[in-house]
Structures are given as C-alpha cells and as structure tokens.
C-alpha cells in the first residue's frame, strides 16, 4: 500500500520570504514519481512541480524547488519569495502504479 | 499545453436525476483517466481509474452501479451519477494522464479539470 503523509495541516508566511511544506511517503514500488500540486480558491488543481524518483538532481521550477530524500522517503517544498498568489492548498501526491495524495497543506502568504 | 476540461462546472438537480459529466483531454490523448471526489478543504478522494476502451477500476466502497464511468475515446471520459441523492452533493474533479511523453516532461503526470460541482436538492 502506498501512502502520503503531510503533518502540517496549516502554514503561514509573510509575503517575499520562503516557507517550506514537508512531505512523507512510503511505497514498495521502485519506480514512482513524486508531485506536488496547488488547489487555489478556485478549486482548480496546478502542478507546481514533479520529480522522477530514479533522478537524483532536485527538480526546481522558479521559485519553487524540491528536497528529494528517497532514503528518507522524504519530498518537501520550498517556495522561495512567496507571493500573495501563493496562498492556496498544496498537495504532495505520488504515482506508482495507482496515484496517492497527502491530506494537504493549506498555505497563507501574509502581506 | 496538457489542458484537461471538465462540463458542466455546477449542476443542480433534483433527487433521483442522474447527471452527467464529461471530462476532455484538449490537446494530448490520455489512456488513463481518473475521477476524484472533493470535500471542502479535504484532499481528494479517489472514485475510479478508467482505461480508454476497457471498463473502469473502482476504489473500494465506490458503488459502479451509481457512478458509471465511461471511456470511450483517448479524450473523453464520462461520469454518470445514478438517481442522485443529497449525499452524493460534493465536488467532483477528473484528471487525465498519458504514460507516453506528448508533452515535454509529461509522463506520468496528471493534469486536472476545472472541477464540478454537484448539488442535489
């Protein structure tokens, strides 16, 4: 069974500086893809960003990068200089064989 | 690129309609699609994996005969909610995924609709 766990349920950070969302999981599967996506107010589900689990290089995307420990079983995000835009829901979500999301993190970017 | 929409985005119904929603690919063919349920402020819950041409895998408690799920084509999947009730009111959101690189980075990356939302009176 695959599973995804996201212990912060809430987080805050003031506007231009970095927070950081952590992200546990466990698989039996050796090859999976990691994820990270974003649920605005809207509702509508954006992918921030993916990592290969076989690559070890952290994937990065702007302002958004990845800390990959897959000994760790470990995938967290860092969003560096947060915008207001930010704010949202962001689920970590893994893909091996069948697709697994963490409850979700929701994230206020404080002006 | 990798749009993925949803129709309708709310439906309003009475108790023992069925509704339909259809979920499209726009601009890549997606083998596989899935189909969540969303609480508010929860994390989606997924109902169904659908195979283009093959019926749909559903989760455990999931009822097949109240949300059918049809995939007939590699853009278009379709999921029907049975006489309706208002319990079944909730957020439904489809995703659609290609395991053959169509788009740079793609694979194995799943790209959401809108979302729509369902009340049921």
């Known amino acids: 069974a695959q599973t995804v766990t996201q212990s912060q349920p809430e987080m805050s950070v003031q506007e231009a500086e970095t927070v950081t969302l952590s992200c546990t999981y466990d698989?039996?599967?050796?090859?999976?893809?990691l994820f990270w996506y974003k649920q605005p107010p809207s509702r509508q589900m954006i992918l921030v960003i993916r990592?290969?689990?076989?690559?070890?290089q952290n994937a990065t995307e702007n302002r958004f990068s990845v800390n990959f420990q897959k000994a760790a079983k470990s995938f967290s995000l860092k969003i560096s200089d947060s915008q207001l835009g930010d704010t949202a829901m962001y689920f970590c979500?893994?893909?091996?064989?069948?697709?697994?999301f963490g409850d979700g993190t929701t994230l206020t970017v404080k002006p | 690129g990798a749009v993925v929409s949803q129709h309708p985005s709310r439906v309003i119904c009475k108790s023992g309609t069925s509704v339909k929603i259809e979920c499209r690919s726009l601009d890549f063919q997606a083998t596989t699609m899935f189909w969540y349920r969303q609480f508010p402020k929860q994390s989606l819950m997924l109902m169904a994996t659908s195979n283009e041409g093959s019926k749909a895998t559903y989760e455990q408690g999931v009822e097949k005969d109240k949300f059918l799920i049809n995939h007939a084509s590699l853009t278009l999947s379709t999921l029907t909610v049975t006489s309706a009730h208002p319990e079944d009111s909730s957020f439904y959101i489809c995703?659609?995924?290609?395991?053959?690189?169509?788009?740079?980075?793609?694979?194995?990356?799943?790209?959401f609709g809108p979302g729509t939302r369902l009340t049921v009176l």
């Open positions: 990592q290969e689990a076989y690559k070890q």
């Open positions: 698989t039996s599967e050796s090859n999976y893809y």
């Open positions: 979500a893994l893909v091996g064989g069948k697709s697994t």
């Open positions: 995703s659609a995924r290609s395991p053959v690189i169509q788009l740079a980075g793609a694979t194995d990356t799943q790209y």
